[in-house]
Nanobody, 122 residues
Framework: QVQLVQSGGGLVQAGGSLRLSCAAS????????LGWFRQAPGKEREFVSA???????TYYAHSKGRFTIPRDSAKNTMFLQMNSLNPEDTAVYYC????????????????WGQGTQVTVSS
């Protein structure tokens, strides 16, 4: 079992930045991929980014370089650094953990955080 606890989020103006955190516990993460998803109102949950914990390889969806996914290995914590935010980024953001080497879809992930709201005002 992997437990994921999220923090961060909130309200920000367009053009601003936010940093989300996802603290993992319960198992060593060396064989896991950790990812971020988001779900906007009325839309399906979509992949945002992921990091292979062992090696640090990162993968991104259509964030056009605005998002990065740093981590603190000593604290088993992953972050989502979001810059140049726009109202289309408004969503509930979820972190998740997958035992697969490459994990892009919701069904690839076994464990989920509680979600955190990000609201970007225009």
């Amino acid at each position: 079992q992997v437990q994921l606890v999220q923090s961060g989020g909130g309200l920000v103006q367009a053009g601003g930045s936010l940093r989300l955190s996802c603290a993992a516990s319960g198992r060593t993460l060396s064989s896991y991929t950790l990812g971020w998803f988001r779900q906007a109102p009325g839309k399906e949950r979509e992949f945002v980014s992921a990091i292979r914990w062992n090696g640090g390889s990162t993968y991104y969806a259509h964030s056009k370089g605005r998002f990065t996914i740093p981590r603190d290995s000593a604290k088993n914590t992953m972050f989502l650094q979001m810059n140049s935010l726009n109202p289309e980024d408004t969503a509930v953001y979820y972190c998740a953990a997958s035992s697969r080497y490459l994990a892009w879809s919701i069904s690839d992930y076994d464990y989920w955080g509680q979600g955190t709201q990000v609201t970007v005002s225009s």
